[in-house]
């Protein structure tokens, strides 16, 4: 089974929709990422879940709200977004906080490819 | 703050060769991770390989070299024996751990095309 999952795939929404991607990790992994992946950009880092909590927002956009019920389930509420939030939305995670290369690899999802119209 | 630079937008390899793909980084942390991934078209990155700013040997997996430099600060990365199904985008990226959070600073990223 793969170790992180996505979905949807892929969405197409309106600037006055309301919906939801959603990010599961079958590591064990106790941190949890959202990324951002535009075109001719590079990626970047929008929110991390260190133990559930939210450690990490990187100035993005209230338009972006992230939830972490769980250390396996991430999910990324959007809701009136802009065209230019058109980008591929990655998900990521790690075992943070030991020592080791292995254990602090961030290993992504497929990605969630969102068009706003 | 960190940095990651990728000068090679786009990089041409024949199928059996040998390529590198350069990467060169900028940080003041004593204590640092360098890791290489790769993006296919289907969107996923799939994490090649790492290396740990005091590992004094070049990191391997498979196929995949790491080209440590710390004095210059550099870490590229050579594939050999290119395979056609290595055409991808290829992103060097360096961990930084800052505000009890761990970070990834990505590079733009290199085209790789395998030529058959």
């Known amino acids: 089974e793969t170790g992180v999952t996505q979905t949807p795939r892929h969405l197409v929404m309106g600037m006055t929709n309301k919906k939801s991607l959603k990010c599961e990790q079958h590591?064990?992994?106790?941190?949890m990422y959202w990324y951002k992946q535009s075109a001719k950009k590079p990626l970047e880092l929008m929110f991390v879940?260190?133990?559930?909590?939210?450690?990490e927002n990187n100035s993005v956009p209230s338009r972006f709200s992230p939830e972490c019920p769980n250390s396996s389930h991430l999910f990324l509420h959007l809701h009136t977004l802009q065209p230019e939030d058109s980008a591929l939305y990655l998900c990521?995670?790690?075992?943070?906080?030991?020592?080791?290369?292995?254990?602090?690899?961030?290993?992504f999802g497929p990605g969630t490819r969102l068009l706003v119209l | 703050a960190q940095k990651i630079t990728q000068t090679q937008p786009g990089m041409f390899v024949q199928e059996k060769e040998a390529v590198t793909l350069d990467c060169t980084y900028d940080t003041s942390d004593q204590s640092y991770g360098l890791f290489w991934y790769k993006q296919p078209s289907s969107g996923e990155m799939i994490f090649l390989i790492y290396?740990?700013?005091?590992?004094?040997q070049n990191a391997t997996e498979g196929r995949y070299s790491l080209n440590f430099q710390k004095a210059r600060k550099s870490a590229n990365l050579v594939i050999s024996a290119s395979q056609l199904g290595d055409s991808a985008m290829y992103f060097c990226?360096?961990?930084?751990?800052?505000?009890?959070?761990?970070?990834?600073?990505f590079g733009k990223g290199t085209k790789l095309t395998v030529n058959p």
């Open positions: 879940y260190n133990f559930k909590e939210q450690t």
């Open positions: 990521a995670s790690s075992q943070a906080g030991l020592a080791g290369a292995n254990q602090e690899t961030q290993y």
């Open positions: 590591l064990g992994h106790n941190a």
């Open positions: 990226a360096m961990r930084s751990f800052q505000g009890g959070s761990e970070k990834l600073v």
């Open positions: 290396q740990g700013s005091y590992d004094e």
